[in-house]
């Protein structure tokens, strides 16, 4: 059994992670601060003697006695994100800082949930972990991108300075249960709008490309980086590689939802990349070939599901 801390452990990712590894038998201390997580998300965790919830904002300095550590503490969704631009850089850049200096301290081996972002609008295709990227740092989302870029540098600087374990996970897109119903992510914008009757918005011609993972396989592949020896630092691919356009999405939500809406098209946002592709090479060959299990139409339906649900009893 260890001691694991879970920043941003509230949230979409971070609930299920901390679910995962309760169930696995260790004590989990879930820090959040609620900007766009929920306790909600892990109330069905509370009266578990092995799991503690704390109210706390990683740009301030954290205490505690912890083995390992996953910082996942950071809004994700270009409307949470670009809301207060500033805060979401202070706390991927102070927030690594923080959780670095308390694995230092506590000699803990810690996660990084980087993001497909730094990649920014790619040249090449698929993505792998040696391209750098084609980022403008002074754009709209630059306030994410760059700060889950500079997160990658000062992990990598805390290894190679004092010797920290470091893991870094580049996360592609991400769909499943929990959710925000207005984070403004495809997924939950194209449910939402289906299962309320309402037009369903693309944006450009809706040709873009993305990769949808279930949430299940990326903790999956979380937990299996977690676990390899010191040498494996990643950065690392985890998502899944199959690419569907924006438009085919749409299409298979009114299908499954068996919604009337119909497709609407919008003005391309600044700075919105044209394709992302993992390719998972470096998963497979690292993570006891890791691969995504759950197929999109399979995890489509169960995120419906429990969108529906959160409709009916009035939450969303």
């Not at 706390?56 to 912890?66: C, G, M, R, S």
């Not at 996953?70 to 670009?82: E, K, T």
């Not at 497909?116 to 792998?128: A, F, K, L, M, R």
């Amino acid at each position: 059994m260890k001691r694991i801390l879970v920043t941003g452990g509230a949230g979409f990712v971070g609930s299920h992670l901390c679910e995962r590894l309760v169930e696995a038998g260790h004590e989990v201390l879930c820090v959040d601060n609620y900007y766009t997580g929920s306790r909600r998300n892990v109330a069905h965790l509370l009266a578990n003697p092995n799991f503690e919830l704390m109210r706390h904002d990683v740009t301030f300095p954290l205490f505690a006695e912890v083995d390992e550590i996953y910082n996942l503490a950071c809004p994700a969704s270009p409307i949470h994100y670009q809301f207060d631009p500033v805060q979401t850089t202070k706390t991927s850049v102070h927030g690594a800082i923080n959780m670095l200096g308390l694995a230092k301290r506590r000699k803990a081996k810690i996660f990084q949930a980087s993001t497909s972002e730094v990649y920014g609008d790619p040249t090449i295709h698929p993505q792998v972990e040696e391209y750098w990227g084609n980022v403008n740092p002074i754009g709209i989302r630059s306030c994410y991108d760059e700060g889950k870029r500079c997160a990658e540098t000062l992990f990598f600087d805390y290894h190679r300075q004092h010797r920290l374990q470091i893991k870094v996970a580049r996360i592609f897109n991400t769909y499943g249960p929990r959710m925000h119903p207005n984070d403004g992510r495809v997924v939950s914008n194209f449910i939402m709008q289906a299962l309320r009757g309402e037009p369903i918005t693309l944006y450009g011609e809706g040709l873009q490309t993305r990769s949808f993972c279930y949430v299940d396989d990326l903790v999956e592949g979380f937990i299996r980086l977690m676990a390899t020896g010191d040498e494996v630092t990643g950065p690392i691919n985890l998502g899944n590689p199959g690419e569907f356009t924006i438009k085919a999405l749409a299409e298979m939500v009114i299908a499954q939802t068996g919604s009337a809406s119909r497709i609407t098209y919008q003005p391309l946002p600044s700075d919105d990349p044209k394709q992302r592709q993992p390719d998972i090479s470096k998963a497979r060959a690292l993570l006891d070939d890791w691969q995504p299990t759950i197929a999109l139409e399979q995890g489509l339906a169960r995120t419906i599901a429990y969108f529906d649900g959160l409709l009916k009893s009035g939450a969303a």
